[in-house]
């Protein structure tokens, strides 16, 4: 990618002290340890962290980390982090945790944290919301939620938000990777790729890349959906029935899509040296290589919400849980990535 679209995002635009709220995620994960182990850093920011207070306590002794907790109110003014302190929304978890161990009693749990910091965000009382992994088939497993109902962060938040579409975009410092379809089976893949949805996503990716990413005509490298971009026709239709012609019709209206480009070359050094970004057809043709590429220093960012959310590009990590062996890299990467947009917005709407 071009070196002056580098960074995640235009470093020039600083906030005075950005509001950040993480969601703890998981309980039995790794979330909280992470949200430990950030709290002893140094950040020019407000961390606030919506969990269960108790939890974070007991993670925190677990790994023998020093921590204490306040709770966080809205209405006092911004302050920056405080080593080895977090502000806390609490939110009392149904059972006790223990790390490690599923249970489907705190579910409801982790689905409340969100909504809290989903309506703070609308309600402007902090800039950004952080997520910490949550893991989805405890959710669908729980009572309280419609099996197979829960997908996923961002299919949550885009129904919590009342959008239409949002798109999933993870990135590195060099790479970039969006996707047309998110959480959905390898099966029902190929029917969701249509003339409609291809549109919603490149415009939001187009759209967002500007006001947040500081960069004046994306140039978006868009993979076909089969091998080798559907061999003209001999591998596959969707490329030609479906992708070129919407790109073609996008392009039209000012976008700057290359493409249907067969995925296995497009993430090679040639094309990638000049595209601000890529856009997959489906989660396991674009985030493999992201992952390969920068798993624990990444981002992931919903991009087409009324509001700013990162999160990490990892999960639960449930084997890990309680024991300090944690990476924190990538949820460090999302606080600087949400304080960046944030700041980018601020700026956007000032100017
Ligand atoms: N942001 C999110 O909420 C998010 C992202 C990805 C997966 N998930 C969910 O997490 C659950 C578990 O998924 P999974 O097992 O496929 O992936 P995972 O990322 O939890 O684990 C995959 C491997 O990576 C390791 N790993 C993960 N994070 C690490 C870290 N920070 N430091 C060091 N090692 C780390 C784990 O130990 C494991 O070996 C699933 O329910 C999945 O849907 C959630
Ligand atoms: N697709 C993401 C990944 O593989 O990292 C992950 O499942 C998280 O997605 P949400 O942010 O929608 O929960």
């Not at 600083?14 to 140094?42: K, R, S, Y």
């Not at 269960?52 to 677990?62: G, M, N, S, V």
Request: contains cysteine; aromatic residues 4%.
């Amino acid at each position: 990618m071009t070196t002056s679209n580098k960074a995640l995002v235009n470093k020039a635009s600083v906030l005075t002290i950005p509001v950040l709220a993480i969601t703890a995620g998981e309980p039995a994960g790794i979330g909280p340890d992470l949200c430990v182990q950030i709290a002893q850093q140094t950040w020019n920011y407000q961390i606030l962290v919506i969990c269960d207070k108790q939890l974070l306590l007991d993670r925190a002794k677990q790994l023998g980390l020093p921590l204490t907790v306040s709770d966080f109110n809205e209405n006092q003014p911004a302050q920056a982090h405080t080593v080895g302190h977090l502000w806390v929304k609490h939110v009392p978890l149904a059972e006790t945790c223990i790390a490690g161990t599923l249970n489907t009693a705190n579910s409801p749990y982790v689905l409340k944290t969100l909504d809290i910091a989903t309506q703070g965000c609308l309600d402007g009382h902090w800039h950004a919301m952080v997520t910490a992994p949550l893991h989805k088939g405890v959710i669908n497993d729980s009572a309280e939620v419609k099996t197979g109902s829960f997908t996923g962060h961002t299919e949550y938040l885009r129904d919590f938000c009342d959008c239409e579409e949002v798109v999933m975009m993870l990135a590195t410092e060099d790479l970039r990777v969006a996707l047309v379809t998110t959480h959905l089976p390898l099966r029902e893949v190929a029917d969701a790729i249509t003339p409609e949805l291809i549109s919603r996503v490149a415009r939001i990716l187009d759209h967002d890349l500007q006001k947040f990413f500081a960069i004046a005509r994306p140039r978006i490298l868009v993979a076909g959906l089969n091998p080798h971009a559907g061999e003209g026709g001999h591998l596959g239709m969707e490329e030609i029935d479906v992708i070129e012609p919407t790109l073609k019709a996008l392009n039209t209206e000012g976008l700057n899509l290359i493409g249907p480009l067969p995925a296995d070359t497009l993430y090679t050094p040639k094309h990638l040296e000049h595209a601000d970004a890529t856009l997959a057809m489906y989660h396991d043709q674009g985030l493999p290589v992201l992952k390969f590429h920068g798993f624990g220093r990444a981002a992931n960012i919903t991009l087409g919400l009324p509001i700013i959310r990162t999160s990490v590009d990892h999960g639960t990590a449930l084997d890990l849980a309680g024991l300090g062996t944690a990476d924190s890299g990538s949820l460090e990467t999302a606080l600087r990535v949400a304080a960046q947009m944030a700041a980018a917005y601020q700026t956007k709407r000032t100017s």
